[in-house]
C-alpha cells in the first residue's frame, strides 16, 4: 500500500462526494422533496468543505509549499484553476437551492448538469494538484514547515474538525484512512470523531445510504 498525503486523502472525499451527487441527481425522484432535502443538506456540508479547504491552501498551504520548492507560477496556476472552480460551485449552490425548492424533474436536470461541471473543473484540479505537488508534501512531511502548516489547519473548533474527520473518512479505503489518521493522535481522533461528528453522522452519512 503506497503512501498518501493528507491533502490527497481530503482530494478523495471530494472525488467520492461529488460522484454521489451525480449519481443522486441521475435518479432523483420527481417531485420527491423529502430527498431534495436530504440533498441540500449533503450538499451544504460539501459545499463548507471544498470552500474551506481551497481558501485554507491559498492562505495556509502555498506559502508553505513555496517555503519547500513549489514554484510561484505553479501556485498561481493552482488559484487560477481554483478560480474556475468557484464560478462552478457558484452556479451549482444555484442549481442545489433552486432544486430545494421545487423538486422538479427540471431542476433536478438543472442541478445534475451543474454538478457535472462542476465535478469535472474539480477532478482535473485535484488531478492536477496531485501531480503537481503530491510528491513535495510525502518528501517534505516531516519539516517544520509542514508541521507548522498542519498546526495551522488544526486551528478549528472541535465541532468543526469533529465534522471534518467524520465527513473525510466516510466511504475512505484503507489507504485514505491512515493518511488521515497517522495525522492525529489516535485517542483524539477517536473522541473528537465519536463526540463531534454526530452531526454528520446523524444528518449527511444517511443521505448517501437513502
Given amino acids: 500500500m503506497g503512501e498518501m498525503s493528507m491533502n490527497k486523502a481530503i482530494h478523495a472525499a471530494f472525488r467520492r462526494d461529488l460522484q454521489r451527487f451525480?449519481?443522486?441527481?441521475?435518479?432523483?425522484?420527481?417531485?420527491?422533496?423529502?430527498?431534495?432535502?436530504?440533498?441540500?443538506?449533503?450538499?451544504?456540508?460539501?459545499?463548507?468543505?471544498?470552500?474551506?479547504?481551497?481558501?485554507?491552501?491559498h492562505e495556509i498551504a502555498w506559502p508553505a509549499l513555496q517555503s519547500v520548492g513549489v514554484g510561484p507560477d505553479v501556485l498561481t496556476q493552482m488559484d487560477a484553476e481554483h478560480d474556475t472552480m468557484a464560478a462552478a460551485l457558484t452556479a451549482a449552490r444555484s442549481a442545489l437551492a433552486t432544486l430545494s425548492r421545487t423538486a422538479s424533474a427540471e431542476d433536478a436536470a438543472a442541478a445534475l448538469t451543474a454538478m457535472r461541471e462542476l465535478q469535472r473543473v474539480t477532478v482535473l484540479h485535484l488531478d492536477h494538484e496531485e501531480a503537481e505537488i503530491e510528491p513535495l508534501y510525502l518528501e517534505n512531511k516531516?519539516?517544520?514547515?509542514?508541521?507548522?502548516?498542519?498546526?495551522?489547519?488544526?486551528?478549528?473548533?472541535?465541532?468543526?474538525?469533529g465534522t471534518f474527520f467524520a465527513w473525510v473518512t466516510d466511504g475512505a479505503g484503507p489507504e485514505e484512512l491512515t493518511a488521515v489518521t497517522s495525522t492525529v493522535p489516535k485517542p483524539v481522533f477517536t473522541v473528537i470523531t465519536g463526540l463531534f461528528g454526530r452531526t454528520y453522522r446523524?444528518?449527511?452519512?444517511?443521505v448517501w445510504r437513502s
Avoid at 417531485?31 to 470552500?51: E, H, I, S, V
Avoid at 516531516?142 to 474538525?161: E, H, I, L, N, Y
Avoid at 446523524?202 to 444517511?206: D, E, I, R, S
Fill in 22 to 57: 451525480v449519481d443522486a441527481f441521475e435518479r432523483f425522484p420527481a417531485g420527491d422533496r423529502r430527498r431534495a432535502a436530504q440533498l441540500a443538506t449533503a450538499w451544504a456540508n460539501f459545499d463548507a468543505q471544498l470552500t474551506n479547504h481551497h481558501e485554507g491552501e
Fill in 142 to 161: 516531516d519539516s517544520d514547515a509542514m508541521k507548522a502548516m498542519g498546526r495551522q489547519f488544526a486551528k478549528v473548533s472541535p465541532a468543526q474538525g
Fill in 202 to 206: 446523524k444528518t449527511v452519512a444517511p
